[in-house]
């Protein structure tokens, strides 16, 4: 298929476009523009994909012999032009099918597209696999069709000639018809519903729930949005049934919205204490008060909003007749252990239980699925979050996105349910504290290769070193310090093995960089400015055993150990709130994650930033050349001629 971007060129029509879109107008003297055609190219001017695109979908609805022709007289010029009509005739085809499909008069909201009877036929038989096949390749195109004749249209020149190449109907008021979705119901929106409902049939209930949620997005009809939300109320009345023979009531969509204004409260709230912090000039003062800012206020809100949500869910199951069955903590992870989340952040965590039967984890199962349709319901997922794998194309660049479970894809999945794909690897994070320490263990018998793999693409036992607590029972806090007790014990044989693992990787992958090719180029704020830092002191943490969790406190355990001098110290707290300042600022700007950063407002502090990041990259990286030497790198950060002062 044709990339969408490729439409955005602004390349000047040449001589075969002209006559291709005269072949599409024309119904006579078509044989004396053909041979136009064979003109052009005899003398190598090849029609352009715009072109191709056009002709090829207008054919394949109204003319398939003059396609045929055409085909034949381009591959005996251009073979390779031969693969981009097949691409262009079936992008092609959907485009004429979208424009057509605003001017049948005869489709009402009751009459389904027959594509989608078929795909509900197959569901019906139980056939959900090929069902979720036929209709995610059938979205996937439909979508890429509909943006590619949005971008056609909004070009001058192409336009002009396309609005012409078919005279009786108005292609922008069909355009508007489809991104306002007048009736009839688009088709594409409906499809999605269908897909949700295949979802919901195969139990998956979070999948079901964020697809309704992307299309909610989508389309700001207040009407819509009514059918949408009983959908949504219902996904979580089938999953509460299943488990209850109660009468069960969802709180669905009438609790999401007061979970909302919760929300909107607390970044509120943030957002006021950060306003007089940016005016704080000196470096230091500033980044000692977004410490405070960090602990105090972002890190407490955010667990007590969480806290609120679990224990909201815990009554409701217990409401059901589904009693706790042991003592449990909900333990957070990454950013939050950190007291490095934001507002908008993804929720890494998972459950402490005492004990590891079946029985008792699958209560804890249902916790964390009725949890993420909270999260969910905040409307902050964003569809490729899910994985769902017969929508992996569709770009969702409307959903705002904020607090939400940790991704499902296989290199996240760091929430409770784990990765579930049935292969090797797979894993949950429901034990108890010896259970869940067990996964720090790395098998190496397999090779330092399969070693690396394993610690680069899940980061899990990085993940689960770290860990806060953030809801659970009476006895929480113990199966929390259990834990602690077993995963430092093993970090005592293993920490160091892992920090010269990872080290090295993450400074190859993360390293800033002033290079001239860099120049001009959008800052990522998470991959360019954040990451480095945090995952050096993940590995000095794992190196030097430290039992500080957030970044500000493992450099002052550092500087206590005689590892990092005082002004050493104070040059990376300075760093760290810097990197975390542009996150949380970009973010409480756009009211959303958005890594880009606004170099006309950050200028002074981008500056600032790599003032501190490239020597202590550039010690980082003498250290990691020195890790055997463990006489050497005692030395490295307290040498006054390190790079780091």
């Not at 059901?320 to 507002?343: D, F, H, V």
Request: charged share 30%; with cysteine.
């Amino acid at each position: 298929m044709i990339s969408s971007t490729s439409f955005l060129d602004s390349s000047p029509l040449n001589p075969v476009d002209e006559i291709v879109f005269d072949l599409i107008k024309s119904k006579d003297n078509r044989t004396f523009l053909e041979k136009k055609v064979q003109q052009c190219l005899n003398q190598g001017i090849k029609p352009s994909e715009h072109a191709l695109l056009l002709h090829c979908g207008y054919s394949i609805a109204y003319d398939a012999q003059t396609l045929e022709k055409f085909k034949a007289l381009v591959f005996k010029k251009d073979p390779e032009l031969t693969k981009l009509i097949k691409m262009a005739t079936s992008e092609g085809g959907l485009l004429i099918k979208i424009t057509n499909q605003s001017f049948k008069k005869d489709l009402t909201e009751n009459k389904e597209d027959p594509i989608f009877q078929q795909i509900r036929a197959k569901v019906e038989c139980g056939y959900f696999e090929e069902a979720k096949e036929e209709l995610g390749d059938y979205l996937q195109e439909f979508i890429l069709a509909k943006k590619t004749l949005k971008s056609l249209i909004s070009d001058g020149k192409w336009g002009d000639h396309l609005l012409k190449s078919f005279e009786g109907q108005d292609l922008e008021i069909s355009i508007e018809n489809i991104e306002d979705d007048q009736q009839p119901k688009p088709i594409s929106l409906s499809g999605f519903q269908l897909m949700s409902e295949i979802y919901l049939h195969e139990g998956k209930f979070p999948e079901a729930a964020g697809i309704l949620w992307y299309i909610k997005q989508l389309h700001d009809d207040g009407v819509f949005h009514k059918e949408i939300d009983a959908q949504l109320d219902a996904i979580e009345h089938t999953l509460l049934q299943q488990v209850s023979s109660n009468q069960v009531i969802p709180k669905g969509i009438t609790q999401s919205h007061l979970d909302r204004e919760k929300l909107t409260q607390l970044r509120e709230v943030i957002k006021d204490k950060y306003l007089p912090i940016q005016l704080i000039e000196d470096t230091y003062e500033r980044a000692k008060a977004l410490h405070c800012l960090y602990k105090d206020t972002i890190t407490k809100e955010i667990k007590a909003f969480i806290h609120n949500l679990a224990q909201d869910v815990i009554a409701q199951m217990q409401d059901l007749g589904q009693k706790l069955p042991c003592e449990y903590a909900l333990i957070g992870l990454g950013s939050l252990a950190r007291e490095e989340m934001t507002p908008y952040s993804d929720f890494e965590f998972a459950i402490l239980i005492d004990s590891e039967k079946n029985e008792d984890k699958k209560f804890f199962r249902l916790f964390t699925t009725l949890l993420n349709l909270r999260f969910i319901n905040l409307g902050e997922t964003i569809l490729p979050a899910l994985n769902i794998r017969h929508l992996s194309s569709v770009f969702d660049d409307v959903t705002p996105r904020g607090l939400s479970f940790d991704g499902s894809m296989p290199n996240a999945c760091k929430t409770p349910l784990g990765k579930q794909l049935k292969e090797k690897g797979d894993y949950e994070l429901i034990h108890t504290p010896k259970g869940l320490s067990q996964l720090q263990f790395i098998d190496a018998e397999e090779g330092e290769q399969k070693r690396l793999w394993v610690l680069k693409r899940y980061h899990l036992p990085s993940i689960l070193s770290a860990c806060t607590y953030v809801s659970g029972s009476k006895n929480g806090y113990s199966l929390l310090f259990d834990y602690q007790e077993k995963v430092e014990f093993i970090l005592k044989s293993e920490g160091k093995k892992r920090a010269a693992d990872l080290m090295k990787d993450d400074l190859a992958n993360f390293k800033p960089s002033l290079e001239e090719e860099n120049a001009g180029k959008n800052y990522n704020v998470k991959k360019d400015l954040y990451r480095l830092p945090n995952t050096m002191f993940d590995s000095l943490a794992n190196y030097f055993g430290l039992k500080a969790t957030s970044t500000w406190d493992r450099i002052e355990e550092l500087e206590e150990k005689g590892i990092f001098t005082t002004t050493g110290a104070q040059d990376l707290k300075e760093l760290i709130m810097l990197s975390q300042e542009f996150r949380l600022s970009t973010y409480l700007r756009h009211g959303k994650q958005k890594d880009h950063l606004d170099l006309d407002i950050q200028k002074i502090n981008l500056k600032e930033l790599y003032y501190r990041v490239l020597p202590f990259t550039e010690t980082m990286e003498i250290f990691c050349s020195e890790m055997k030497n463990e006489e050497q790198i005692a030395q490295i950060c307290l040498n006054p001629s390190s790079p780091l002062f």
